[in-house]
């Protein structure tokens, strides 16, 4: 809070050496009082709420992506009056606060936020990602992958569903259990929940991380007879023969098969 204060103090207009639009290719040499990695989320917040603080034309966002994930232009998001750098960034040098895009510009910065995100590794497991050419095998986390979820429910018969949780840093906790009740509860209208083991093994030790939410959905879960493994982290996929590898994380060195799942939503990412 303290950097935000001085940040307000220190806003004598037209200090920065930006320019006023919005998106344009980065010139060879740029200078902005407050930068910001990443133009999604957490960068168009940020920038949004800074530039009140120190003035739109004193902010700029480095973002290379056009369109956001959920097919929205990158120009709609950025906020009036924020200097929209279409480039990557390849270094930051906090010595002496400048960063290095792709295309060779150097930017300076009297602040600077970080807002990248996170990336998907999905062959951190191994079987990925040429597993996810078998149609019963996807990922909620990937634009690429996420539509086959809905394909596989609509094709299951019976067997496994099984929905996972990795032991790494994840874009939303809530995803990969909202995922499951969804297909329970499609499962249910469609007359198949009968023949479905519908199992969610997590890496976490509890079901969520505050109580008052976790008591209440081990009872939703209890009710809904999905069956839950806490500690168990899947590190295996075998496409052709329809297994998945976990290990039971509480008990090193154990591995658990699960057979012939007919529908996998595989969930797994590595923070950056
Ligand atoms: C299936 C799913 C469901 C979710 N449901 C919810 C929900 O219900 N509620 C909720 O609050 N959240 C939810 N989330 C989480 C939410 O989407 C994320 O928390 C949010 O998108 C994170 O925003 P971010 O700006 O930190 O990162 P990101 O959205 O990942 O954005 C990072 C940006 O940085 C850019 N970038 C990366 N590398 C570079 C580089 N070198 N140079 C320049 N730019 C770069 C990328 O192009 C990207 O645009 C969900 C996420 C998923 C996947």
Redesign the pocket.
């Known amino acids: 809070m303290d950097a935000l204060r001085h940040l307000k103090q220190c806003h004598p207009r037209g200090i920065a050496i930006s320019q006023f639009h919005t998106s344009s290719p980065a010139s060879a040499k740029q200078h902005y009082k407050l930068l910001v ?7 168009i917040a940020m920038s949004s709420r800074m530039k009140r603080l120190v003035g739109a034309e004193n902010v700029a966002v ?4 056009e369109i956001h994930y959920y097919h929205r232009p990158t120009a709609s998001l950025m906020p009036s009056g924020v200097k929209w750098v279409k480039s ?2 390849q270094e930051i040098n906090p010595e002496t606060n400048t960063v290095r895009t792709d295309d060779g510009t150097e930017i300076s910065y009297e602040y600077l936020i970080v ?4 990336e998907l590794h999905y062959e951190k497991i191994k079987g990925l990602p040429e597993g996810f050419e078998h149609p019963k095998i996807g990922s ?2 990937s634009v690429q992958t996420v539509e086959k979820t809905w394909k596989a429910l609509q094709d299951f018969k019976e067997g496994n569903a099984v929905f996972t949780f990795p032991n790494t840093p994840v ?2 906790a ?2 990969p259990q909202k995922i499951m009740y969804l297909s329970d509860a499609y499962l249910r209208k469609t007359g198949k929940r009968a023949k479905a083991n519908v199992i969610y093994n997590t890496s976490l030790p509890v079901i969520f991380g505050v109580k008052k939410y976790a008591d209440s959905l081990w009872e939703i879960v209890k009710k809904r007879d999905l069956q839950i493994n806490l500690r168990h982290n899947l590190i295996e996929v075998r496409a052709d023969k329809q297994e998945a590898v976990f290990e039971n994380l509480g008990k090193p060195g154990e591995t658990k098969w699960l057979l012939s799942p007919p529908l996998a939503s595989l969930l797994s990412q590595q923070g950056t």
Do not use: H, I
């Open positions: 990695l990443g133009g999604r989320t957490g960068g480095v973002e290379p992506s990557k960034v807002a990248l995100g996170l909620n986390y874009k939303c809530g995803a």
